[in-house]
């Protein structure tokens, strides 16, 4: 990669960071680099190879049930795939997934930092993720066969299984390590490394979205840890904790895990809010409507995300208190992401908008978040969720919000700092194509889902009534659709990397954010002396002139 | 959506009905939104944008509004899953044992079966348990749902309103064949339900059963 960017050359003074020599060169000095940007990008490798691995096992999944009856795997193997795919996706790709790669790569520069607080233990934590998913990896060859619990891990099935469940265990475990770090990292660098003048209120939104989510990381990722290593002594050495065969209780494993694991769903969506929050006030040119308003809506979805957990259990029959109190703050959970919704809207009226593909992105990340969020609202009702509870009704909802909104706000991510990163320009016309077939497979593959969900059609079943058969067909249609637009993305950034066009622009889209005073790419410590900030984020004060200018003419 | 053919169903359909109709409207408002002002104000169209940073009579309509909706949703939910666990205390019982992947209930009387057989128009009460793992007992027409746990009891009820056939379903995952975990529910008129708890076999049931079909 380092001769491509030589090829670019930066802008006449100091190389760029893509260039820089340190102590190590060749692919040392890539993996002993502590340089946040270069630990950005072997995140935003090593992440798009599960994330691939991941897509695979789902691809498979939905042609095992294009059909009812056997097509083409035994259950035993449906079951690992389901299992191997939700964790793959949850532990590899949606929970570092955006903090990961642009938390890592662009929150120093937005705060106008050269590092984050603590870069080795930024790269430590990139070692224990990939250590993690090998790991991950790894269970599916291993004798005994991959996992076959769901990613849930409920007890007691996952205590009496013969499957690898000890080394998924494990590998979460890790995974967990390295989000609690990369939190501890974010949150002291937001703390103490802001520039000159960088307020509180100076911050970018995507700053707010990836302190928040930060908090949550570091408060609530031990409490799974935790759990899962309980789990492992109650196998490996027979104690009672949570297997009612030897006195232990399901339901509080259920509360533990989801004491993190609802969190966690806020842990993915908040950066990707952070995303969306960054990317429309360049796109409409315009100040963001209700500044405020949205970050403090992060805090309030950190805070009040992490009181809700017991939504997943309305039908394990917790005491009538518990459910009232979970459904009622569930519901009102809802509010700060409604906020959010409604501020972005606001900020397109009067705009001067462009819809290049980062803002087709996140357009669509509005659309489908709506219905996953509206959904979700759904599930908090009691009675309702009675019905939709472990249905497909769920797993559309999750993918609307997890895939729909998080997946959906990576690739916005992606397409919006792509030059930044790389110095390079992708095929515009490509990438359009290939968000609409994203954009259209996406709404085929999980739409239905809803429907049948709501019918009676349970989830992690391997084969179905023939009623749901054309509920089913059109899902699996649905995903090689999708499959089509991913693969074309992926192909055009790769094309970009290789032979793009050379951007040497520092600011392609005219963002106001401190990544676009820079040079493209960054230089090794991002600035040539450090910013001082006098301005908020999103002011574009020419509309303002351009105004007075007519008005005198 | 399905009949009216279980107590919960006329009280969840219409709670669905209304969190639908306000989310349909939410959604077609924002989306119409954002499409009319892309077009609009594109660029080509509009090459200078104005600066608004907020309004806060605006930001106050979209807070109080939602919370409140939200807060009726909430209410119809509640009040909806207080019958779930109201029992009548006329309620038949049944037994129900769970085990990887098959359900059995077990009447009063000591008949144990494995299709669940109930009176139209009565209460019945199931106690349900498993005797390996978690599984869930769904009846999707009824809008019924209760987790099944191993060493501890959990009590679910309906009333049928209409005789029929109906799916069980397990919607907790248990393992190889999990998506196999299917029964049935027959409701039955309540004298031929009398006929069956008397003592006669599952097939006479259903011979009789069958007569008593082409009757009508």
Same mark, same amino acid.
């Given at each position: 990669m380092s001769t491509v960017a030589a090829a670019t050359?930066?802008?006449?003074h100091e190389p760029s960071y893509l260039d820089y020599k340190g102590k190590h060169s060749g692919i040392l000095g890539w993996i002993l680099s502590t340089d946040h940007k270069r630990i950005g990008i072997l995140y935003l490798i090593s992440l798009s190879l599960f994330f691939l691995v991941g897509v695979g096992f789902g691809f498979l999944m939905r042609l095992e049930l294009i059909s009812p009856g056997r097509t083409i795997m035994d259950p035993q193997t449906y079951n690992s795939f389901f299992t191997l795919h939700g964790v793959i996706m949850i532990f590899l790709f949606v929970v570092p997934g955006i903090p990961a790669v642009f938390g890592n790569f662009f929150l120093p520069i937005l705060i106008g930092?050269?590092?984050?607080?603590f870069p080795r233990i930024n790269l430590l934590s990139w070692y224990l993720y990939v250590f993690g998913g090998l790991l991950a990896i790894v269970a599916i060859l291993l004798p005994g066969g991959p996992a076959d619990t769901g990613w849930t891990f409920y007890v007691p099935y996952s205590i009496r299984t013969n499957t690898n469940v000890i080394i998924a265990l494990l590998a979460a475990f890790i995974l967990g390590f390295s989000s609690i770090l990369t939190g501890l990292n974010f949150v002291t660098t937001v703390h103490r490394l802001k520039a000159p003048g960088m307020s509180w209120f100076k911050l970018p939104l995507s700053v707010w979205g990836l302190y928040s989510t930060a908090w949550v990381q570091v408060l609530a990722t031990p409490i799974i840890g935790i759990t899962l290593l309980l789990v492992a002594i109650e196998r490996l050495l027979g104690v009672g904790i949570f297997d009612p065969a030897l006195g232990g209780d399901p339901v509080l494993y259920q509360h533990l895990f989801w004491i993190y694991s609802h969190p966690a769903v806020y842990i993915m969506i908040l950066p990707a809010m952070g995303i969306v929050s960054e990317v429309i006030p360049v796109f409409s040119r315009r100040t963001i409507f209700g500044y405020k308003f949205i970050a403090f809506s992060s805090v309030a979805i950190a805070l009040f995300g992490s009181?809700?957990? =017991?939504?997943?259990?309305?039908? =394990?029959?917790?005491s009538d208190t518990g459910q009232f109190v979970f459904s009622l703050l569930t519901m009102l959970v809802a509010i700060p992401s409604a906020i959010k919704v409604f501020n972005w809207v606001a900020t397109l009226y009067k705009g001067s908008i462009d819809l290049a593909t980062p803002m087709l992105y996140v357009l669509a990340f509005i659309f489908l978040f709506t219905i996953g969020g509206l959904t979700g609202v759904m599930q908090g009702v009691l009675s309702i969720d009675i019905q939709v509870h472990d249905t497909s009704f769920i797993v559309a909802h999750f993918h609307y919000v997890m895939f729909g909104g998080t997946g959906f706000g990576f690739f916005a991510a992606l397409h919006y700092w792509f030059p930044k990163m790389f110095g390079k320009m992708y095929n515009r016309k490509t990438a359009k194509t290939s968000f609409w077939f994203l954009f259209i497979g996406f709404n085929l593959l999980y739409f239905p889902m809803f429907i049948m969900g709501w019918l009676g059609m349970p989830r992690r079943y391997y084969d179905y009534l023939p009623e749901f058969h054309s509920y089913h067909l059109i899902s699996t249609i649905g995903s090689w659709i999708l499959i089509i637009g991913l693969l074309l993305m992926v192909y055009n950034l790769y094309r970009a990397i290789r032979k793009g066009k050379v951007v040497t622009e520092k600011n392609v889209w005219g963002g106001e954010t401190l990544e676009w005073q820079i040079d493209t790419p960054p230089i090794h410590e991002n600035f040539s002396e450090v910013p001082v900030i006098e301005n908020d984020p999103y002011q574009y004060k020419m509309n303002e002139e351009i105004l007075e200018k007519e008005e005198t003419s | 959506m399905f009949d009216d053919v279980s107590n919960f169903v006329n009280s969840v359909d219409a709670t669905f009905l209304f969190t639908l109709i306000v989310s349909v409207f939410f959604l077609v408002l924002i989306t119409i939104l954002m499409i009319v002002f892309v077009i609009k104000y594109n660029r080509k169209r509009n090459p200078k944008g104005t600066n608004i940073k907020g309004n806060m009579v605006l930001e106050i309509t979209w807070i109080v509004i939602p919370t409140i909706l939200v807060l009726v949703m909430f209410w119809f939910g509640w009040e909806g899953y207080l019958e779930m666990v109201d029992v009548p205390e006329d309620a038949i019982p049944v037994n129900v044992t769970a085990k990887m992947w098959e359900w059995s209930f077990e009447y009063e009387d000591g008949t144990t079966t494995d299709t669940l057989y109930v009176p139209v128009n009565r209460p019945v009460k199931l106690i349900l348990q498993s005797v390996d793992v978690n599984h869930s007992f769904f009846i999707p027409a009824f809008r019924l749902k209760k987790d099944v746990f191993p060493n501890t009891e959990r009590i679910a009820w309906f009333q049928a309103k209409e005789t029929g056939e109906y799916d069980i379903a397990c919607s907790e995952y248990c393992g190889l064949n999990h998506s196999y975990m299917y029964s049935k529910i027959i409701v039955l008129p309540d004298e031929d339900f009398n006929n069956w708890m008397y003592g006669m076999s599952e097939e006479d049931l259903k011979l009789l059963n069958e007569m008593t079909k082409s009757d009508n």
């Open positions: 050359g930066s802008n006449g930092a050269k590092d984050v607080a009181l809700v957990w =017991a939504h997943h259990m309305f039908t =394990a029959g917790m | -």
